[in-house]
């Protein structure tokens, strides 16, 4: 059974930094592209970042030199590092994992992130 479960999520000033980590667990993290995705009430769930199997990587045009997304395979691990970050960057943010196998896609349980002053 796949299970992925984040932490880090916190309340933050704006400006500060906060690290969001992802354990993955089931065998199929190596052969999955991982990825972080945010939900702000009443907005439409986003992506964030992406990382492939191979290591290329997307981001949001809005997170673009400010976030950064790496992955350890041996640790089943994705890791989301936001800096300078900003009120709008408020949000329950979701690790993403797709088996590019099987093309199944398992989500997290969320994790709450709060830019405020």
């Known amino acids: 059974q796949v299970k992925l479960v984040e932490s880090g999520g916190g309340l933050v000033q704006p400006g500060g930094s906060l690290k969001l980590s992802c354990v993955a667990s089931g065998g199929i993290f190596a052969r999955s592209n991982v990825a972080w995705y945010r939900q702000a009430p009443g907005n439409q769930r986003e992506l964030v970042a992406l990382?492939?199997?191979?290591?290329?990587?997307n981001y949001a045009d809005s997170v673009k030199g400010r976030f950064t997304i790496s992955r350890d395979n041996a640790k089943a691990t994705v890791d989301l590092q936001m800096n300078r970050l900003k009120p709008e960057d408020t949000a329950v943010y979701y690790c993403?994992?797709?088996?590019?196998?099987?093309?199944?896609?398992?989500w997290g349980q969320g994790t709450q992130v709060t830019v405020s002053s």
């Open positions: 993403n994992a797709r088996d590019i196998v099987i093309m199944e896609t398992y």
């Open positions: 990382m492939t199997n191979i290591g290329m990587t």
